[in-house]
């Protein structure tokens, strides 16, 4: 994935739900959620907010603000993969009340020119929105039905909890091969270390 990142261009945002399921891969029908949002899932709540065709979110850290808790829930399964006789139910593993800080870059696929700056560009609305409030689609933690109740700019009462100290064997990093219209191509990070409650996501 080729991109521009002469110039910095940071973003940052807190999350906080009553619940959450970012969906392991290897779970099959029983699935389980990771204690973290993979990066895919970072880069898709920062789209709710702003998008540009020429520049992209790149999450680079995430703090773990309250230790993740796990609980059952059953969903309604009502897709393409239900049987012929109706929707049926799953069991899975979810997070409750968690809370995230997110930090990031903003990248680009060229140098700016002409006095054109999609990355600059995309951090200014990011920002303007995420202080207003403003979303063009709402956020999701992990599936529809869970929404937060917190989204916005960093908040000074929250802090990483340095309790939280986790390897994560193997966690889905990104989906596509391209931050914006890309094709299928899971990337998987190995042994991904949580350490005092903070996750760095590597290159």
């Known amino acids: 994935?080729?991109?521009?990142t002469e110039k910095r261009y940071e973003f940052?945002?807190?999350v906080a739900a009553p619940a959450a399921f970012f969906g392991r891969p290897d779970c099959g029908a029983a699935p389980v959620?990771?204690?973290v949002?993979?990066?895919?899932?970072?880069?898709?709540?920062?789209?709710?907010?702003?998008?540009?065709?020429?520049a992209y979110f790149w999450p680079e850290r995430i703090e773990v603000c309250r230790r993740p808790k796990y609980n059952k829930f059953c969903m309604n399964y009502n897709g393409p993969l239900r049987k012929s006789r109706g929707p049926f139910q799953i069991m899975m593993t979810i997070l409750e009340d968690v809370d995230?800080?997110?930090?990031?870059?903003?990248r680009g696929y060229d140098r700016p020119d002409g006095g054109r700056n999609p990355m600059h560009q995309l951090q200014d609305v990011f920002e303007h929105r995420l202080k207003n409030g403003i979303f063009y689609r709402m956020p999701c933690m992990g599936i529809n039905e869970f929404t937060p109740s917190y989204?916005?700019?960093?908040?000074?009462?929250?802090?990483a909890d340095v309790s939280v100290n986790e390897t994560i064997p193997s966690l889905?990093?990104?989906m596509f091969d391209r931050g914006t219209y890309g094709r299928l191509a899971p990337v998987f990070i190995q042994n991904a270390r949580i350490r005092e409650g903070v996750l760095q996501y590597v290159e």
């Open 100 to 106: 995230y800080k997110v930090y990031g870059s903003i």
């Open 33 to 35: 959620s990771y204690p």
């Open 12 to 14: 940052s945002f807190e």
């Open 1 to 4: 994935m080729s991109d521009y």
């Open 172 to 174: 889905l990093d990104l």
């Open 151 to 159: 989204f916005g700019p960093l908040r000074e009462d929250t802090q």
């Open 37 to 54: 949002p993979p990066r895919s899932a970072l880069i898709g709540m920062a789209s709710c907010l702003a998008f540009s065709r020429d």
